[in-house]
Structure formats: structure tokens, C-alpha cells
Nanobody, 120 residues
Framework: QVQLVESGGGLVQPGGSLRLSCAAS????????MGWYRQAPGKERELVAAITSGGNNYADSVKGRFTISRDNAKNTVYLQMNSLKPEDTAVYYCNVVSEGYTRGTNINYWGKGTLVTVSS
């Protein structure tokens, strides 16, 4: 089973930047979706950025500040976060969805998360 491992989280001051990485332990075939979610204390997990066949999509709250990208050669997806705000504080999770072995099914891969804290 392929594992996803996030890295790059940490403490940053408001207005600062971080780049999160999500590395897969192996190759994932027939990828349908790659995304970054976040979950703040006491809140539900929300999708912040995604790569699909239709392009890149962002939550309104991060549009213009966050950029999602991928490096197929490194089996890695990134989230560049600029102009960070205290409300961006959360655990960030990487998610990859691929076609399953049976027609019409999907395989869902999740990382364990990396904490981002934006505070002065």
C-alpha cells in the first residue's frame, strides 16, 4: 500500500510563507484527484486546493495566496502558502484519489497531516 507523508509545516509569522510537501512512497496509477485539506481545532476538515483533470481549484479563503503543484518524477504534490494569516492555522492533510481495481471504484490515500501555526 502506498503511503503519503506530508512535511513542511511549522510556526510562521503572519504574512510569512511555507511550502508543504506530500511525498508518495510509490507510484500511484490512474490518479483522478490530488488535494490538500485542512482542519482547524473545533472545525470540520475543508478542502483548500486541488488538482483534477479540469485544472487547479482553490477555496475562496486561500485564492491568490496558495498554489498547488505536482512533480510526477518525484511522486510529490506541493502546497505553496504565501501571505499566511492566523486563520490558516490548522493541520494540513494530503489526499490522492485514484481509480480502483474494480470498475467504478476509487482508492483513497491520506497522509497523517502536518501542523501549520500562524502566529506572532
Amino acid at each position: 500500500q502506498v503511503q503519503l507523508v506530508e512535511s513542511g509545516g511549522g510556526l510562521v509569522q503572519p504574512g510569512g510563507s511555507l511550502r508543504l510537501s506530500c511525498a508518495a512512497s510509490g507510484v500511484i496509477f490512474r490518479i483522478k484527484f490530488m488535494g490538500w485539506y485542512r482542519q482547524a481545532p473545533g472545525k470540520e476538515r475543508e478542502l483548500v486546493a486541488a488538482i483534477t483533470s479540469g485544472g487547479n481549484n482553490y477555496a475562496d479563503s486561500v485564492k491568490g495566496r496558495f498554489t498547488i503543484s505536482r512533480d510526477n518524477a518525484k511522486n510529490t504534490v506541493y502546497l505553496q502558502m504565501n501571505s499566511l494569516k492566523p486563520e490558516d492555522t490548522a493541520v494540513y492533510y494530503c489526499n490522492v484519489v485514484s481509480e480502483g481495481y474494480t470498475r467504478g471504484t476509487n482508492i483513497n490515500y491520506w497522509g497523517k497531516g502536518t501542523l501549520v501555526t500562524v502566529s506572532s
